[in-house]
């Protein structure tokens, strides 16, 4: 199957812990960095999901947010992934930001055209992307 999402990281799931309807399932990426999921109990059961299996985040674009200096930031979101801009592709309503995260992983983010000129995101510059667990999607091959 193919699929429109943008981002795609493949690792393996470091932890899993189950609530009543929900699970948080971690994903621990080949450069170290882990991206976080929240997923029913039922996905869970009909992926057979368990610790140390592979496993694929999946982020759409649209639901990366991006900021600079938030290394030490506070709040809900639980992924935070910081690297340098590899690619921006311009366009008068929104921009298309590239984000080298580390492990030859790229994160794409799609904002707007105002907030790409007004963080100054270039080819090069530093950048952290954020985005929800409830926004990262779970795939098994």
């Known amino acids: 199957m193919n699929i429109s999402a943008r981002n795609i990281f493949k690792g393996t799931i470091s932890s899993i812990v189950k609530g009543a309807v929900n699970a948080e399932v971690a994903i621990s990426l080949a450069s170290g ?5 929240t997923v029913t109990i039922g996905a869970i059961e009909r992926l057979g999901l368990k610790e140390g299996m592979a496993a694929s985040a999946i982020v759409k674009a649209s639901t990366v947010i991006l900021g600079t200096n938030l290394h030490d930031a506070k709040m809900s979101a ?6 340098t801009v590899t690619k921006v592709i311009d366009g008068p309503v929104n921009c298309e930001v590239d984000l080298e995260i580390g492990g030859g992983d790229v994160l794409s983010a799609v904002i ?21 667990a409830s926004s990262v999607i779970i795939g098994v091959e």
Request: some cysteine.
């Open 33 to 37: 960095a882990e991206i976080v999921s």
């Open 78 to 83: 639980r992924n935070i992934l910081c690297g």
């Open 112 to 132: 707007t055209h105002g907030s790409t000129a007004k963080l100054g995101f270039v080819e090069g510059s530093h950048a952290c992307a954020i985005f929800k």
